[in-house]
């Protein structure tokens, strides 16, 4: 199985920050790395799929990037309602594995 | 827009069958993969297992012996069985639309999840 690994746990950052959440896996998955936002109460949502490719409706300062075991999610201009828990997810074999999350304070 | 909405007992004894059902609304079943997720209180996310419309499916390895999903096109719901649950069951159970473009999978849309706690 294709373990998923991200860091930092948890990170404090202040509105209009950029902050970096990153992801590695335990193998080569190439592109097939998906990112989530989780918010207290509520199921996950889909930010970016295929790596890079940003889901419709998320606002563009979300920003992913990476390949092979390497990945990074970007959120640029930081905003109060980022205040969530981050989730990686590998799709590139089964069973499909998430990242242990990230939960993101807005100071 | 497809939602979905899990349903199903929120309390189930120690080594009884876990069971749950998800409906989808406002789009088609027949299209896609359809998959369980669950997460623990306080932990992160696990996936149990998909199924396609025509009813072939993949499961999680470490739960595989235990894990059942069916579907039933004509009433557009899919469904989760776990049996000889224990109390490391106990977690919030999500469904989930598992769409895909090539080769590429993700999750999207998710269901509001539901609560299924393992105790006598």
């Known amino acids: 199985d294709i373990q998923m690994t991200q860091s930092p746990s948890s990170l404090s950052a202040s509105v209009g920050d950029r902050v970096t959440i990153t992801c590695r896996s335990s193998q080569n998955i190439k592109s097939y790395l998906n990112w989530y936002q989780q918010k207290p109460g509520k199921a996950p949502n889909l930010l970016i799929y295929a790596a890079s490719s940003l889901q419709s409706g998320v606002p563009s300062r979300f920003g992913g990037s990476g390949s092979g075991t390497y990945f990074t999610l970007t959120i640029s201009g930081l905003q109060p309602e980022d205040s969530a828990t981050y989730y990686c997810?590998?799709?590139?074999?089964?069973?499909?594995?998430f990242g242990q999350g990230t939960k993101l304070e807005i100071k | 827009q497809v939602q979905l909405q899990e349903s199903g007992p929120g309390l189930v004894k120690p080594s009884e069958t876990l069971s749950l059902t998800c409906t989808v609304s406002g789009g088609s079943i027949s299209s896609y993969y359809w998959s369980w997720i669950r997460q623990p209180p306080g932990k992160g996310l696990e996936w149990i297992g998909n199924?396609?419309?025509?009813?072939?499916?993949n499961y999680n390895l470490s739960l595989k012996s235990r894990v059942t999903i069916s579907i039933d096109t004509s009433k557009k719901q899919f469904s989760l069985k776990l049996s000889s649950v224990t109390a490391a069951d106990t977690a919030v159970y999500y469904c989930?639309?598992?769409?895909?473009?090539?080769?590429?999978?993700?999750?999207?849309?998710w269901g509001q999840g539901t609560l299924v706690t393992v105790s006598t």
């Open positions: 997810q590998q799709s590139y074999s089964t069973p499909y594995s």
């Open positions: 199924i396609y419309h025509s009813g072939s499916t």
């Open positions: 989930a639309e598992t769409k895909y473009s090539g080769s590429y999978y993700w999750f999207d849309p």
